[in-house]
Nanobody
Framework: QVQVVESGGGLVQPGGSLRLSCAVS????????MGWHRQTPGKQRELVAT????????NIASSVRGRFTGSRNDARRTVYLQMNDLKPEDTAVYYC???????????WGPGTQVTVSS
């Protein structure tokens, strides 16, 4: 059974930083493409960044480029999203997704709330 679990969300002031983590089990993590997404009420879920099997961060949303960075630790089966210079418009539920690179099946975590407010 595949499990995807995000952590690290919370309340932060504008200009602050947070690092989200996403732990995966039940999947060949080293061969999985990881994604970070976010969603606010009434809006579609949007892709924030993709972290490739090789650890490259791609498909970075223009709204976060230069502020957010993805990374992965294959030994820990964990992917990260470092978020700097946070803005109120970054407030959302952040979701992690995992997909084995030769499959179209995507697995999702329950999400973690990030609130940017003074």
């Amino acid at each position: 059974q595949v499990q995807v679990v995000e952590s690290g969300g919370g309340l932060v002031q504008p200009g602050g930083s947070l690092r989200l983590s996403c732990a995966v089990s039940g999947l060949d993590f080293r061969a999985s493409v990881m994604g970070w997404h976010r969603q606010t009420p009434g809006k579609q879920r949007e892709l924030v960044a993709t972290i490739t099997v090789g650890g490259t961060t791609t498909n970075i949303a223009s709204s976060v480029r230069g502020r957010f960075t993805g990374s992965r630790n294959d030994a820990r089966r964990t992917v990260y999203l470092q978020m700097n210079d946070l803005k109120p418009e970054d407030t959302a539920v952040y979701y992690c997704s995992a997909r084995w690179h030769l499959s179209s099946q995507e697995y999702w975590g329950p999400g973690t709330q990030v609130t940017v407010s003074s």
